[in-house]
């Protein structure tokens, strides 16, 4: 009998778990503490739990955790580490720190099925959803754990396409019995996939990101295969219906494609979709890709981009790219090699 793993279950499912046992419900709360804050690996190690209780446990439950496999550094700092998710499957998840900052770019799937053109992990093919626990796992057993400041949810994989599990993991990365993170300091980044978006937008408070990399229909279309469905003025559309509040935030993410999308034509065309709307576009500098035909733009044409929307209203910024040289920075998330 493959046994169950504890790490992805919330409160309630882990108080369940405690009663299933014929035990008291509080249990259950000290399992929360055990997986979440003290970021164990093993039940035996729960010595709060008695002997016979640990034992209980070991007969249905592991704790379900999934120490880094290698580490790659960059020179700037950034590291990239690589997670296992089952035989022969693997994530990546980057650590980013920055001064008083460390942002924890995480994965949600292995592999992507939105075939964006300009993106490794799309290249990649799609392999399976991670589920809660494999998402959490990313930040509680990241050897830099403890100084995360920001998640984004912007590694491998299309969040929006596997948002149950998404959802779950924001819970208990939110919760107070879980990792008590604000959600203020967490962004969940999507191509756009709107019924998936909408279900976030009401159930959660954490930041939102569309990838937007286009104005324009056709052009979009031609480099994201989701445009077809789901067209990125529908997108803000929606959005514009949703009363958001003040401290939440939606970013447009534009990645600056030479000769493609980085005119003065693109410019006015996003400033007129986003005319009014509070929101933010973070500018990319494309990381170029063995045979993939984009190249990326100078950093005087992202700046000049960056000015021109600030100018006619819509707030504008440029992301700094971090981690090339170990291929963790946007687009780069792959482990194809890895898969058999």
Same mark, same amino acid.
């Given at each position: 009998?493959?046994?169950?793993?504890?790490?992805?279950?919330?409160?309630?499912?882990?108080?369940?778990?405690?009663?299933?046992?014929?035990?008291? =419900?509080?249990?259950?709360?000290?399992?929360?503490?055990?997986?979440?804050?003290?970021?164990?690996?093993?039940?035996?190690?729960?010595?709060?739990?008695?002997?016979?209780? =640990?034992?209980?446990?070991?007969?249905?439950?592991?704790?379900?955790?999934?120490?880094?496999?290698?580490?790659?550094?960059?020179?700037?700092?950034?590291?990239?580490?690589?997670?296992?998710?089952?035989?022969?499957?693997?994530?990546?998840?980057?650590?980013?720190?920055?001064?008083?900052?460390?942002?924890?770019?995480?994965?949600?799937?292995?592999?992507?099925?939105?075939?964006?053109?300009?993106?490794?992990?799309?290249?990649?093919?799609?392999?399976?959803?991670?589920?809660?626990?494999?998402?959490?796992?990313?930040?509680?057993?990241?050897?830099?754990?403890?100084?995360?400041?920001?998640?984004?949810?912007?590694?491998?994989?299309?969040?929006?396409?596997?948002?149950?599990?998404?959802?779950?993991?924001?819970?208990?990365?939110?919760?107070?019995?879980?990792?008590?993170?604000?959600?203020?300091?967490?962004?969940?980044?999507?191509?756009?996939?709107?019924?998936?978006?909408?279900?976030?937008?009401?159930?959660?408070?954490?930041?939102?990101?569309?990838?937007?990399?286009?104005?324009?229909?056709?052009?979009?279309?031609?480099?994201?295969?989701?445009?077809?469905?789901?067209?990125?003025?529908?997108?803000?559309?929606?959005?514009?219906?949703?009363?958001?509040?003040?401290?939440?935030?939606?970013?447009?993410?534009?990645?600056?494609?030479?000769?493609?999308?980085?005119?003065?034509?693109?410019?006015?065309?996003?400033?007129?979709?986003?005319?009014?709307?509070?929101?933010?576009?973070?500018?990319?500098?494309?990381?170029?890709?063995?045979?993939?035909?984009?190249?990326?733009?100078?950093?005087?044409?992202?700046? =000049?981009?960056?000015?021109?929307?600030?100018?006619?209203?819509?707030?504008?910024?440029? =992301?700094?790219?971090?981690?090339?040289?170990?291929?963790?920075?946007?687009?780069?998330?792959?482990?194809?090699?890895?898969?058999?």
């Amino acid at each position: 009998m493959q046994k169950e793993s504890l790490l992805g279950k919330n409160l309630v499912e882990l108080q369940a778990v405690a009663q299933q046992l014929h035990l008291q =419900r509080f249990v259950g709360k000290q399992l929360c503490d055990w997986l979440y804050k003290k970021k164990c690996t093993s039940i035996d190690a729960m010595t709060n739990l008695s002997k016979k209780v =640990r034992e209980q446990l070991n007969e249905k439950y592991v704790v379900g955790c999934s120490l880094p496999q290698s580490m790659q550094e960059s020179t700037d700092g950034t590291k990239k580490y690589l997670f296992a998710t089952g035989e022969n499957r693997y994530v990546e998840a980057v650590f980013i720190p920055d001064k008083e900052r460390a942002t924890l770019c995480l994965s949600t799937q292995m592999g992507c099925k939105m075939n964006c053109s300009f993106c490794m992990t799309g290249k990649q093919g799609f392999q399976n959803n991670l589920t809660a626990g494999e998402i959490v796992n990313q930040i509680i057993h990241l050897p830099e754990s403890n100084r995360i400041s920001n998640i984004v949810y912007m590694g491998m994989g299309e969040p929006f396409d596997n948002l149950d599990h998404v959802l779950r993991s924001l819970e208990i990365v939110t919760s107070e019995w879980g990792l008590a993170m604000s959600p203020r300091r967490i962004t969940v980044s999507s191509i756009g996939i709107i019924p998936a978006m909408k279900t976030f937008v009401e159930k959660s408070d954490c930041h939102l990101a569309i990838s937007m990399h286009s104005p324009f229909h056709e052009e979009r279309e031609k480099m994201m295969p989701v445009e077809k469905v789901y067209p990125i003025a529908d997108v803000i559309a929606v959005l514009r219906d949703y009363d958001l509040g003040l401290q939440r935030r939606i970013t447009f993410e534009y990645i600056l494609f030479k000769d493609v999308n980085d005119s003065e034509t693109h410019v006015k065309a996003v400033a007129k979709l986003l005319k009014g709307m509070r929101c933010r576009v973070n500018l990319i500098r494309f990381h170029e890709i063995p045979k993939i035909e984009f190249k990326g733009v100078d950093p005087l044409a992202a700046a =000049r981009f960056r000015d021109s929307l600030n100018e006619k209203g819509v707030l504008a910024t440029v =992301r700094a790219s971090r981690g090339e040289d170990i291929l963790a920075a946007c687009g780069l998330l792959s482990t194809k090699e890895f898969v058999k």
